[in-house]
C-alpha cells in the first residue's frame, strides 16, 4: 500500500543542487589518473597515437588499477554522504522529539492542572 509521501519527487532545487555523474566522476578520478576525466578522455588517441604496443599494454594496467581505485573511492564517497545525511536525519529527529516533549508536558500540566480544579 503506497502513502501520498510515496509519490512525492524530489524537488527541484534538491536535484538541481546535486552534481552530475561527471562532475563526481571528475572529483574522484583527476586525484587518481587525470587521463581518465571526462575532459581527458577525447584526447587519449592523439596524446598516445605514437607509443608502443608495451607502452600500451603498461598503460592499460594502469587504467584498470585506477578504475579499481575510482571504485574504492566512489564507494567511500557514497558512504560518506550516506553517514552525513543520516547524521543530519537524526539530529532533526532528535530536535523533533524534543520539541514534542515540551509540547507534550505542557498539555500534561494543562490537563494535570484541570483535573485538579475539578476536583476541587
Not at 583527476?30 to 598503460?59: F, G, M, V
Amino acid at each position: 500500500m503506497t502513502t501520498p509521501q510515496d509519490d512525492r519527487q524530489i524537488d527541484s532545487e534538491i536535484t538541481d543542487a546535486m552534481p552530475t555523474g561527471a562532475e563526481v566522476h571528475d572529483a574522484l578520478m583527476a586525484p587518481i589518473d587525470e587521463d581518465l576525466t571526462t575532459k581527458s578522455l577525447p584526447t587519449l588517441d592523439e596524446k598516445y597515437k605514437d607509443e608502443s604496443q608495451e607502452d600500451r599494454n603498461q598503460r592499460v594496467e594502469r587504467y584498470k588499477k585506477a578504475l579499481e581505485s575510482y571504485d574504492k573511492a566512489f564507494t567511500d564517497w557514497v558512504t560518506g554522504v550516506d553517514g552525513k545525511v543520516d547524521q543530519y536525519r537524526q539530529h532533526v529527529l532528535s530536535n523533533a522529539e524534543a520539541k514534542s516533549g515540551e509540547v507534550d508536558e505542557g498539555e500534561m500540566s494543562r490537563l494535570e492542572s484541570e483535573i485538579s480544579n475539578h476536583e476541587e
